[in-house]
């Protein structure tokens, strides 16, 4: 086994070819879920999987998963991967590293011949990201049986267009069901999203779970009225409201710091026009913490804020998605440690701030993730970076931890 090795220049190739899918001038990428480019890139994705010597197979809300036979193909796979769509302005990394460094496992093993007990399975999990289609992750969440098939291709992004036609649009709905079958384990790479790794000159952050999340929508109503002619008391301005919202997320994550953060990541101003006084704002609202009980009490307080901030103008606040604090099995944390350590890599536990796939698949499989440093923990972001060095170092910890569980299962 530890003679097994990736090669790290073929995965870079890979990183930088997909990469121009969606490229953009700034050197990142647009792959949004269920475009054209995201179609484009699961075309790439299953050519070079079945090259590899993989089957593939595509379910009904349009996770792909690529199957490599075991010595014994009555086990449970053993999981590899992540996403491949973006944000609106993504770097070439976030997601993309995963599956493609799992790629890499494939094509190593390919390469020798070598035989694992259990089948391998690499998957692209759909809508990762949740920019187009809310909420994130919904496509692993299906299959975890968090969310029904119809929920999720009923959802609609901000077009109206529902992920359902989306999905036929690309011809990318799948004949496979939805989850319901077992997984021996699922192990997702990733890069940080964040400046710890780096700061602390480790490699390898091994991930022990995923702090909790909340989403939330927030429609604030006034009274749309002329900007020359209504006086200020008079006035029942929306956004004047939705600015004092956005400072009670604020103050709601400074009251439960360090580790609580608030965001406000889409505002919408409506009418939208020069010379009117705002009626109407929609806007969404981000908060995380790694302590389930801590995020309930941020969301009574954010409650209670906005119910103040807001006197005077009609608002709805409805959570959209809630995420709970995972912790990762023990067993498969301990197999990224001691990869890590065998290969003399620097390393350090954490847990992980953003959401991923890997925290519904840990709902109904052993699951565990491994994070390596992205420059100035910049992610969501066309600057996104990190090194051939440390992509390398993360795929060759993926590949001796999938290893390693491999042979403690029958042949």
């Known amino acids: 086994m530890t003679n097994v090795t990736i090669d790290g220049e073929r995965l870079w190739s890979t990183l930088m070819e997909t990469a121009e899918i969606g490229g953009t001038p700034k050197g990142g990428i647009r792959r949004l879920t269920l475009s054209e480019e995201d179609r484009r890139v699961r075309d790439w994705f299953r050519q070079a999987c079945e090259a590899a010597g993989c089957t593939v197979t595509v379910d009904g809300v349009g996770n792909m998963f690529a199957r490599r036979p075991g010595r014994n193909d009555a086990l449970p796979p053993i999981c590899m991967g992540s996403h491949l769509d973006t944000q609106p302005t993504g770097g070439k990394f976030d997601g993309c590293l995963g599956v493609l460094a799992g790629l890499e496992v494939l094509r190593s093993l390919q390469a020798i011949g070598y035989e694992t007990n259990a089948p391998i399975e690499l998957v692209n999990w759909t809508n990762e990201e949740g920019a187009r289609f809310t909420p994130a992750m919904m496509a692993s969440a299906a299959f975890a049986g ?26 990318y709905r799948g004949d496979r069901p939805v989850g319901g079958r077992p997984l021996s384990a699922m192990f997702e790479l990733h890069i940080e999203q964040g400046p710890i790794l780096e700061r602390e000159e480790k490699l390898i952050g091994v991930v022990t779970g995923v702090q909790a999340i909340r989403w939330f929508e927030l429609t604030v109503t006034g009274a749309a009225a002329h900007a020359g002619s209504t006086p200020m008391p008079a006035r029942r301005d929306a956004l004047v409201g939705a600015a004092r919202a956005i400072l009670a997320v604020e103050a709601v994550a400074q009251a439960n710091g360090p580790l609580a953060v608030g965001t406000v990541g ?60 995972v912790h990762f ?49 910049i992610s969501h972001n066309e600057a996104e970076e990190t090194s051939f060095a440390q992509c390398a170092a993360g795929a060759q910890v993926l590949l001796n931890a999938v290893l390693a569980f491999d042979q403690t299962l029958e042949g």
């Open 329 to 377: 099995d023990p067993t498969l944390v301990g197999l990224v440690r001691d990869a890590a350590e065998s290969l003399g890599l620097p390393h350090r536990d954490i847990v992980s701030g953003p959401g991923h796939d890997a925290a519904y698949i840990a709902r109904v499989a052993p699951t565990t993730m491994i994070f390596v440093p992205c420059r100035d923990g």
């Open 146 to 171: 968090v969310f029904t098939t119809d929920y999720v291709l009923s959802r609609q992004d901000r077009d109206g267009v529902a992920f359902a036609d989306a999905l036929d649009a690309i011809g």
């Open 266 to 325: 889409i505002l919408e101003c409506r009418p939208g026009s020069t010379n009117v006084v705002p009626g109407e704002v929609f806007l969404t609202i981000d908060l995380r913490h790694p302590d389930d009980a801590t995020l309930d009490r941020m969301e009574t307080d954010l409650r209670t804020r906005l119910a103040e901030a807001l006197g005077g103008l009609d608002f709805a606040c409805e959570r959209i998605w809630l995420s709970p604090a």
